[in-house]
């Protein structure tokens, strides 16, 4: 549950967290001052129903003991207010009353005038209605006699739950937007590195992060950097190095062929000039290895149906036996950009080895989901063993241990079109059928 619902961005978490906390703090804040305004609105209800309980205590001790009954009976009170005399203290079921509150009715008591020097608030007894919120104030007369004034506090006059909502909305959403405001601006350094080494991956010679922004931002874009151009200076060294041994293998092949030639021993002659014409293919091979790696070819909007068709008629002319065994499954036009001789030649390389492995090639272009497009070939061939399915992009890597030219070239034909695919952004995967055969999975960006 927790990571269903937990968020997988950085920034989602950031601001989740933030938010979370924003509103555990305005909450706390927020709930302290509702509960400091209730207790001044306490005070100030309390002191307003003490100095109308005391008026009426004023009133009854000022008047002459014969007149109070007749005085009280003509007294309108109202429903919030009703007193009565008696000859003793409150009676029944009453809870005596808080001392914190007794204290504050006690000194708001003592701050009116009584007309009297024989009241003091040591006179005075109080009670707590709790069935409806009643207060009972008891009054011992200076002459022995009590009086019970029950009085009815007044309603909250302000709305707390209405101006917590608001004030919690209001301070919430100012918080929130500028801490994500802020989010945004911290991670989007991490998103353009993100963004820079996916680039990275696809082309080593993509441009170069800007180092600009905070200090610790530069450092990072500046170290991305450094790391960047080592990888280039590592490619092009390997790739420079792999070029120049086959180009110097060029001369010593064609003088050996140029001896061979006037070898007496025919069979002799002729099993060395098929090593050498082997030799040969493969140093061709390792060159055309290398000026793939330093492709400079620009992109361009191509027709990916058109192409795929037409890697397909090329392989139909150069193999007329296996020409009813090739086919295309899919839609009519798709455009996307590429290199379009670095794509062909990628393409051109996954027909040619099922049709040279598994005696036929099924093409199917599916439509774009998810930005990526995918083109599957397949081919109806006894299929690759297991161990074997990742190591064929290794180069120079056979599954055909017998090194038969009828059935393949040198084992870079694999690896150039999976270096061409994921220079594109792309790759590529193998994987064998249930009915037999294998099935190449070409994914490409839209």
């Known amino acids: 549950m927790r990571r269903k619902f937990w968020p997988r961005s950085l920034a989602a978490r950031t601001a989740l967290a933030l938010l979370i906390g924003i509103a555990v703090v305005q909450t706390a804040g927020l709930a302290i001052h509702a509960l400091d305004r209730m207790d001044v609105q306490r005070a100030g209800q309390a002191k307003d129903l003490t100095e109308r309980v005391v008026g009426v205590y004023r009133t009854v001790v000022l008047t002459p003991v014969a007149q109070r009954d007749a005085l009280l009976a003509g007294f309108g009170h109202g429903q919030d207010l009703s007193a009565e005399m008696s000859r003793g203290p409150p009676v029944g079921d009453l809870t005596e009353m808080p001392a914190p509150l007794q204290r504050i009715y006690h000194i708001h008591a003592n701050d009116v005038p009584l007309g009297s020097s024989h009241s003091h608030w040591r006179n005075l007894l109080l009670y707590g209605s709790p069935e409806d919120h009643r207060v009972l104030f008891a009054f011992h007369l200076p002459d022995g006699h009590w009086l019970h004034v029950s009085a009815l506090p007044g309603p909250d006059r302000s709305d707390h739950g209405l101006f917590f909502m608001v004030t919690f909305l209001a301070m919430t959403t100012v918080a929130g937007g500028v801490s994500l405001w802020t989010i945004r601006r911290l991670v989007a350094p991490v998103r353009a590195l993100a963004a820079a080494a996916e680039a990275l991956g696809r082309d080593v010679n993509a441009a170069p992060l800007p180092e600009g922004g905070p200090t610790e931002v530069a450092k990072a874009a500046a170290a991305f950097n450094q790391m960047a151009a080592r990888i280039r200076r590592f490619v092009a060294d390997r790739t420079e190095l792999l070029t120049a041994i086959g180009h110097d293998l060029r001369t010593p092949i064609t003088r050996l062929k140029l001896r061979a030639e006037f070898m007496e021993d025919d069979e002799q002659r002729t099993k060395m000039l098929a090593d050498l014409e082997e030799l040969e293919t493969m140093v061709s091979a390792t060159l055309a290895f290398g000026r793939d790696a330093r492709s400079t070819e620009p992109v361009v909007q191509l027709d990916l149906a058109e192409l795929l068709r037409t890697v397909l008629d090329e392989a139909g002319d150069n193999r007329p036996e296996v020409a009813d065994r090739l086919g ?34 099924q093409i199917q272009l599916h439509e774009p989901a998810g930005g990526m497009v995918r083109i599957e070939v397949t081919d109806t061939g006894p299929g690759i063993p297991p161990g074997e399915l990742d190591r064929v992009f290794e180069p120079f890597h056979r599954g055909d241990q017998s090194r038969n030219k009828e059935t393949g070239g040198v084992g870079l034909g694999l690896p150039i079109a999976r270096n061409i695919l994921r220079a594109h952004g792309g790759d590529v995967v193998l994987s064998n059928q249930p009915g037999g055969g294998v099935k190449a999975t070409v994914t490409l960006p839209i």
């Open 328 to 361: 295309y499954e899919g839609p009519q036009h798709l455009t996307l950009r590429a290199r379009a001789l670095n794509l062909k030649r990628a393409l051109t390389n996954l027909v040619t080895n099922a049709v040279n492995y598994g005696g036929s090639a």
